[in-house]
């Protein structure tokens, strides 16, 4: 099985996303397509990296993710292919591959260089598409790009220990479809630093002084029913591994989510205090 992944900021009012799968099946017909997602914020290149970092190891290993996020050919941004961790990922270099390879050192990166091996009216999109159809055919990396060995690193949205290691700082870089809000703080990090102290997450509201096992735990007392809880602010490490705040059971439709409830928006700081 030949899989293709799709991550893109091209939504789904437009023709887009229909048309890069027929460029796809057109390409290699016999390529099973997957879509994670088309509505990543226009050309937010982190919220994208956080996307395909928390979904790619769901699928096979030689699985060949496309990603379709500021992906314009340039001066500043080339266009890559990075396996890692047995994926290949095609991307402009933008900083979103930087962002995952911080946990993994990548087996092998090329820049592509077939733009000129392809008609004169060749969009970015025909680059990607070639590409990925040549991976998940088997293909070999050194036949579609030129060996390198750095990237563009995106560095401003990364999680920090400050100068007494009594805190840590990091960003909102993402709000899921619940309005719960991911940040950058990993759980190993988290874990490094805190060294098995107590600690606070500081919000504007009262802080959160224990990060749950999973939602559920929010329940602490028999004595109460689960639904009881509804409302009530919690902290645990999600399946990607990052720090989430969330509101039990939230619904930003209807009563709202950490999103508006507690007024933490994308790039907004969270600090942990360790005392």
């Given at each position: 099985?030949?899989?293709?992944?799709?991550?893109s900021?091209?939504?789904?009012?437009?023709?887009?996303?229909?048309?890069?799968?027929?460029?796809?099946l057109?390409?290699?017909?016999?390529?099973?397509?997957?879509?994670i997602?088309?509505?990543?914020?226009?050309?937010?290149?982190?919220?994208?990296?956080?996307?395909?970092?928390?979904?790619?190891?769901?699928?096979?290993?030689?699985?060949?993710?496309?990603?379709?996020?500021?992906?314009?050919?340039?001066?500043?941004?080339?266009?890559?292919?990075?396996?890692?961790?047995?994926?290949?990922?095609?991307?402009?270099?933008?900083?979103?591959?930087?962002?995952?390879?911080?946990?993994?050192?990548?087996?092998?990166?090329?820049?592509?260089?077939?733009?000129?091996?392809?008609?004169s009216?060749?969009?970015?999109?025909?680059?990607?598409?070639?590409?990925?159809?040549?991976?998940?055919?088997?293909?070999?990396?050194?036949?579609?790009?030129?060996?390198?060995?750095?990237?563009?690193?995106?560095?401003?949205?990364?999680?920090?220990?400050?100068?007494?290691?009594?805190?840590?700082?990091?960003?909102?870089?993402?709000?899921?479809?619940?309005?719960?809000?991911?940040?950058?703080?990993?759980?190993?990090?988290?874990?490094?630093?805190?060294?098995?102290?107590?600690?606070?997450?500081?919000?504007?509201?009262?802080?959160?002084?224990?990060?749950?096992?999973?939602?559920?735990?929010?329940?602490s007392?028999?004595?109460?029913?689960?639904?009881?809880?509804?409302?009530?602010?919690?902290?645990?490490?999600?399946?990607?591994?990052?720090?989430?705040?969330?509101?039990?059971?939230?619904?930003?439709s209807?009563?709202?989510?950490?999103?508006?409830?507690?007024?933490?928006?994308?790039?907004?700081?969270?600090?942990?205090?360790?005392v």
């Open positions: 099985m030949s899989i293709i992944t799709l991550t900021d091209y939504g789904l009012k437009d023709h887009f996303v229909g048309a890069l799968k027929g460029k796809i057109s390409e290699y017909s016999e390529a099973t397509i997957i879509d997602s088309h509505d990543v914020d226009p050309f937010n290149t982190v919220e994208a990296s956080y996307i395909i970092g928390a979904s790619y190891a769901s699928f096979p290993k030689g699985s060949v993710h496309l990603i379709g996020v500021d992906m314009e050919f340039n001066k500043e941004n080339q266009h890559i292919v990075m396996q890692w961790n047995d994926h290949y990922f095609i991307a402009a270099d933008n900083g979103i591959l930087s962002m995952m390879s911080q946990k993994i050192v990548p087996q092998k990166m090329v820049a592509i260089n077939i733009h000129d091996r392809l008609p009216e060749a969009t970015d999109l025909d680059v990607f598409v070639k590409v990925a159809c040549h991976l998940a055919k088997g293909g070999l990396m050194n036949v579609i790009g030129k060996e390198i060995n750095t990237i563009k690193h995106v560095t401003n949205l990364q999680a920090t220990i400050s100068e007494d290691g009594n805190s840590l700082k990091g960003n909102v870089i993402y709000i899921d479809h619940f309005g719960n809000v991911i940040t950058n703080i990993s759980k190993k990090y988290f874990i490094e630093v805190a060294k098995g102290r107590p600690y606070e997450i500081v919000l504007k509201t009262k802080n959160i002084k224990t990060i749950l096992p999973n939602y559920s735990a929010i329940a007392s028999d004595k109460y029913p689960i639904k009881s809880y509804e409302g009530e602010k919690l902290a645990i490490f999600n399946e990607a591994g990052y720090l989430e705040i969330a509101i039990f059971r939230s619904n930003p209807k009563v709202g989510s950490a999103n508006s409830l507690l007024g933490l928006n994308y790039r907004d700081i969270i600090i942990i205090k360790f």
